[in-house]
């Protein structure tokens, strides 16, 4: 067990141009981020994921009984409304900042851990798992090489929180995976605990965690044998291989799951005839649906999150309908959205229903209540789900981040760090707490000096 701790960088005083580049959703964000950040075995380029393909469509409601998100140009708040306020002036700061080695990945989902994947300066293994103390600054390595290296294979991804870590292990030449989850010990983590596996006819899981428990969704591979099977989203508590099936979705699910603190926001398909995105909230303890929303027939977003208004989600394409919610960018409610989904009395419990899901009876009146409300929409390209730092929204804009407060209609640009790379500062965090973490890897050489290459932690809290 390594521990590492880093010291506040130095800064250089010329600005490094930005460049703009789309950085894909869900387990695409993954593979991509990293294969920019330094590369996998047997990969040798960077896929770039374009605007998105426009969906067409002659109306945003369907007749077969399903209610849409429907929201007029007129109930829409733009971000190109509010006054921009100075860097200087931001509401947000940077109270800790980590040195960790250049390429590191960092994921955070709530105040206390995030977790990292740290490159090591051999081939093999590619990566090492860290966990990272926000309150400290400290990061120890908790997994030296993958559980199954000897079979060749690799860290993949991971997710991590207070109570424990959930990580995807691969040997991408046999296109095999295995899920692994462990608790949260005095030395870092406990016993690792086998929880799925597959192979080249399931996509590589997507992770999330929330409370005590590890998530992961498993989609069949479009030209896979399994291309006809169910979406699942599964989990299992830290320190158990009791795997549990928590929501079922007749197709693909739209994008990864996402950890939002005491839930997870999953995006199934509605169950109903046609193609229908669900954005669904699940008690991250109990299992339950507590929220879902339907957008309008084959939209499909990105990324998808949770506000105290209600959910987030965002598209990196532009529709030709839906009125209001159909450019790309980050929406989410303007105001709070009462939760009515159980108003009729019919919402089902996800984790101990035989279907795993909710009926669109019991959803329509929800997604009703969220076309009632005005919206906001930052009307930017986006790269990330955004995250909540006390009472501030923080949102990814092209390479920087933006603290918004959406009651004085004000955003306030984050500068980004000088020296990093093209993608600027990435928007860690996905919860609603009193931080918020980003990193950006740096690379410059000051003049007269010695190159500096590190990746640049920063946790962000009210100012």
Not at 291 to 296: F, H, M, S, Y
Not at 309 to 316: E, H, Y
Request: charged share 20%; aromatic share 8%; hydrophobic share 40%.
């Amino acid at each position: 067990m390594r521990v590492r701790k880093g010291a506040a960088p130095h800064r250089r005083a010329a600005e490094v141009p930005a460049r703009e580049i789309t950085l894909p959703g869900g387990r695409e964000l993954t593979l991509t981020r990293r294969h920019f950040l330094y590369g996998v075995a047997g990969v040798t380029a960077l896929a770039l994921m374009g605007a998105g393909a426009a969906y067409g469509a002659s109306q945003s409601r369907d007749s077969d009984g399903t209610a849409t998100l429907s929201v007029p140009e007129s109930s829409v708040v733009s971000s190109n409304d509010f006054e921009s306020v100075k860097d200087a002036d931001a509401p947000v700061v940077a109270n800790t900042t980590i040195k960790l080695p250049y390429g590191s990945l960092v994921w955070a989902c709530d105040d206390d851990i995030a977790a990292c994947l740290l490159p090591t300066e051999t081939g093999k293994p590619l990566v090492e798992m860290g966990l990272l103390n926000l309150k400290s600054g400290k990061c120890v390595t908790v997994l030296e090489h993958a559980i199954a290296e000897e079979e060749g294979f690799e860290i993949y991804d991971v997710r991590a929180n207070a109570a424990g870590a959930i990580w995807t292990e691969a040997d991408i030449l046999d296109g095999v995976w295995r899920v692994y989850a462990a608790a949260r010990s005095k030395k870092g983590l406990g016993e690792a605990k086998l929880l799925d596996e597959g192979d080249v006819n399931w996509e590589m899981p997507t992770l999330a965690c929330s409370g005590d428990y590890g998530y992961w969704q498993r989609l069949p591979q479009l030209d896979g044998n399994a291309r006809v099977e169910d979406s699942l989203l599964k989990r299992a508590a830290f320190g158990t291989d009791a795997a549990e099936v928590v929501y079922e979705s007749q197709g693909r699910m739209a994008c990864a799951p996402t950890s939002c603190g005491d839930a997870i926001i999953a995006t199934p398909r509605a169950r109903t005839s046609g193609t229908y995105y669900q954005m669904t909230r699940i008690d991250g303890t109990t299992g339950a649906v507590t929220d879902a929303c339907v957008l309008p027939s084959s939209m499909k977003p990105m990324e998808c999150s949770w506000a105290p208004n209600g959910f987030t989600f965002v598209f990196d394409g532009i529709y030709s309908y839906g009125d209001g919610i159909a450019n790309l960018g980050t929406y989410l409610p303007y105001e709070p959205v009462a939760n009515a989904l159980a108003s009729d009395g019919e919402t089902e419990n996800a984790s101990t229903d035989a279907q795993h899901s909710v009926s669109i009876e019991a959803v329509n009146p929800a997604t009703r209540a969220y076309s009632q409300v005005p919206w906001f929409h930052f009307a930017r390209e986006p790269r990330s789900a955004p995250s909540w730092c006390g009472n501030w929204l923080m949102i990814r804009s092209q390479t920087n981040l933006c603290a918004i407060d959406l009651a004085g209609r004000r955003v306030f640009p984050l500068a980004a760090e000088n020296g990093a790379n093209d993608y600027g500062d990435f928007l860690a965090s996905t919860h609603l707490g009193k931080r918020a973490v980003s990193f950006s890897n740096i690379d410059y050489t000051p003049i007269g000096g010695e190159q500096e290459k590190y990746c640049l932690v920063k946790v962000w809290e009210e100012a």
